[in-house]
C-alpha cells in the first residue's frame, strides 16, 4: 500500500516528461556595441543549449566570446530561464532573463588587464 503514492508519482512525472519540448541547440554569431565616448564595435561567437524543466519553463545556460578592438576580449557565461507562452503552436513567443558572469581582458601597454564582474540579461523573442 505504501508503494501506491510512489507508483503513481512516477508515472505523473513519466507522463508529463514526455510532453516537455525536446532540448535545444544554438550556435550564436553577431555583433555588439558598447557605448563609452563612441561606439566599440565587438565580433560575437558562442552558443547555448535549452533544457526544458516543465512544458514551458527552460533553463539554457549560455557563453558568449566578445572580440573587440585591438586585444579586448570578452567572456560571458550566463544561465537563462525562459517561459514560452504557447504550449502547442507552431510559433511559440518566449521570454528569456539570466545573470552571469563577464571576463574582461585587454592589454594596456605592457600589462595585461583582466576584470571579472555580473551581468544580466534578457529579451523576447518567437519560436516558429
Known amino acids: 500500500m505504501r508503494l501506491a503514492p510512489l507508483v503513481i508519482l512516477l508515472f505523473v512525472a513519466s507522463a508529463q516528461a514526455q510532453n516537455k519540448p525536446r532540448p535545444e541547440i544554438r550556435v550564436t554569431a553577431g555583433w555588439v556595441g558598447f557605448i563609452d565616448k563612441n561606439w566599440i564595435d565587438h565580433k560575437i561567437v558562442g552558443g547555448s ?3 526544458y524543466l516543465t512544458r514551458r519553463i527552460g533553463l539554457e ?7 573587440g578592438p585591438g586585444s579586448d576580449r570578452d567572456v560571458t557565461l550566463i544561465p537563462h530561464i525562459s517561459f514560452d507562452f504557447l ?7 518566449y521570454v528569456i532573463g539570466g545573470a552571469g558572469l563577464m571576463r574582461h581582458s585587454q592589454d594596456i601597454g605592457r600589462i595585461r588587464f583582466t576584470d571579472k564582474e555580473w551581468v ?9
Open 49 to 51: 543549449a535549452r533544457f
Open 61 to 67: 545556460p549560455e557563453i558568449l566570446s566578445m572580440i
Open 87 to 93: 504550449l502547442r503552436e507552431k510559433v511559440r513567443p
Open 120 to 128: 544580466g540579461n534578457g529579451g523576447v523573442g518567437v519560436k516558429f
